[in-house]
């Protein structure tokens, strides 16, 4: 008898106080940051530019090329030629003007405007090169040594494109 009232009793309190009811589940967010990784890469198209023979002091028409940002950054793209090879050993020494043992090469477009700017020494092509795809039409112009020592003999030049990241305004 004791249990059936203290049940009766215990039902009583709990009617009057309420009876706990579930509440719905909380929630908890979980924040996710990610960051692509920064690529810088710069392509030409042509790739090469076979002058083939040519008379000392000439000069033959200039060459378009296109540079295009294949990274996924803003780029500055930087210019610059190299001296001439013959196999692994040097040749002539790329300078402004031609002259004994040293040929000229100078770039326009982009950057490099009006004139055609001699890329002896590291030039800038162009400024902030959207991503991607963003695209510099630029040509080379040649001209061979006034005197050379090396006739008849085939030599590489490279002409170099470099990509930077561009600093953002």
């Given at each position: 008898?004791?249990?059936a009232l ?8 709990l009617?009057a106080?309420?009876v706990?009811q579930?509440?719905?589940?909380d ?12 690529v ?8 090469s530019?076979?002058i083939?023979?040519v ?5 033959p ?9 294949d ?16 196999g692994?050993?040097p ?10 043992e ?6 326009q477009?982009?950057a ?10 590291e030039?800038a ?17 040649f ?5 050379t020592?090396?006739?008849g003999?085939?030599h ?14």
């Open positions: 008898m004791k249990k203290l049940i009766v009793s215990l039902f009583i309190v009617m106080v309420g706990p579930a509440t719905a589940a929630t908890a967010d979980v924040t996710v940051t990610v960051t692509i990784t920064a810088l890469s710069v392509s030409v198209s042509p790739d530019w076979p083939g023979a008379v000392e002091g000439a000069s028409a200039p060459y378009p090329i296109l540079a295009t940002n990274g996924n950054v803003s780029e500055n793209f930087l210019i610059m030629s190299s001296g001439s090879m013959i692994v050993n040749g002539w020494t790329c300078g402004l003007p031609a002259g004994t040293t040929f000229a090469m100078t770039g477009g982009g490099l405007m009006p004139d055609p700017i001699s890329i002896c020494t030039q092509l162009a400024y902030s090169v959207a991503a991607p795809d963003g695209t510099v039409p630029f040509t080379l112009q001209t061979a040594p006034t005197k020592g090396f006739g003999v085939q590489s030049i490279t002409v170099t494109v470099r990509a930077e990241a561009s600093t953002p305004p």
